[in-house]
């Protein structure tokens, strides 16, 4: 008998997608039309120090906060750390800024059981090879539990174990690749929960002009079955974030900053300084090309 998978109708996807996790930036959720979404996979990209691992652990405090999920329920975190790029206290630091962003004089402030509790619903796991993490995501189908009610899954990141097979061919590397995001898509989509990976930036050479730039890595091949492909990166100082490729949204950007509170939104004061201070350096260039 040949194997077939239950059908659904589109009704029933668009149903199951509707929840999104928040940000903490009010601009950056509006432009995702609110949140990273469940059910699928998104792609963050970026350079190092672009605030990938920072805005990772923030959606870990999104997630388990009424505020910062859609749903009816809040859900717990499993964090997947291949580079040892996760930082607990952080973490805490950005669970005790959370309550605090939202609450009204109605509410009480988080307290300090409140915060540990936020640190245990993280499930961390540190892979250190491709193996490790196939075994891993393996292992997540016994997690998906309804008493713990995984809505998030961070793998930090996806290109630092495949780039790492040094006695691979690129054959082999596209194997693994393509196993591991189509685990992570089925869990996303089974348990309409939000799996985040985060990607690498390469340099690559545009071959007509010569030119230089800076695109994800893992190929194309990748950047096709990602559903959703965010890049993070510094424009005039500031913080940028933007829409590279998705099915719904078009490609678009704006600014954001990590506090030590954790990802919020850029005040409108500290654009216009800026903006006067770029056409300030504008005006000075083009008067010494004029001399």
């Not at 891993?136 to 309804?146: D, S």
């Not at 006695?167 to 996303?188: E, S």
């Amino acid at each position: 008998m040949a194997l077939t998978r239950k059908s659904r109708t589109a009704m029933d996807i668009f149903k199951s997608n509707i929840g999104c996790i928040s940000t903490y930036s009010k601009k950056f959720d509006d432009m995702l039309d609110g949140g990273i979404r469940l059910g699928v996979m998104t792609e963050l990209c970026g350079n190092p120090g672009s605030g990938k691992s920072n805005l990772c652990t923030q959606l870990c405090v999104s997630v388990q906060m009424k505020y910062g999920i859609n749903l009816e329920s809040t859900g717990t975190a499993i964090y997947i750390d291949t580079e040892g790029s996760f930082v607990p206290i952080r973490l805490q630091n950005m669970a005790m800024a959370a309550e605090n962003h939202y609450k009204n004089d109605n509410q009480v402030p988080l307290d300090t059981n409140s915060v540990e509790q936020i640190l245990k619903n993280v499930t961390y796991f540190r892979c250190m090879n491709v193996a490790e993490l196939i075994a891993c995501l393996i292992q997540l189908k016994q997690l998906m539990t309804p008493e713990r009610n995984v809505k998030l899954i961070i793998l930090d990141s996806l290109a630092h174990p495949i780039r790492s097979i040094i006695d691979g061919d690129h054959l082999a590397r596209h194997k693994y690749t393509v196993r591991i995001v189509t685990m992570l898509q089925q869990l996303a989509s089974n348990y309409n929960c939000a799996a985040v990976v985060v990607n690498h930036m390469v340099a690559k050479v545009d071959s007509p002009k010569h030119e230089a730039y800076c695109a994800p890595a893992l190929g194309d091949a990748f950047g096709h079955m990602s559903q959703l492909r965010i890049q993070l990166s510094w424009k005039l100082n500031k913080r940028e974030v933007r829409v590279l490729k998705s099915p719904h949204l078009p490609e678009m950007s704006t600014f954001f900053k990590i506090t030590d509170d954790g990802v919020r939104d850029i005040d409108e004061s500290e654009l216009m300084d800026h903006d006067s201070d770029n056409t300030a350096t504008q005006e000075n260039q083009h008067s010494f090309s004029n001399m």
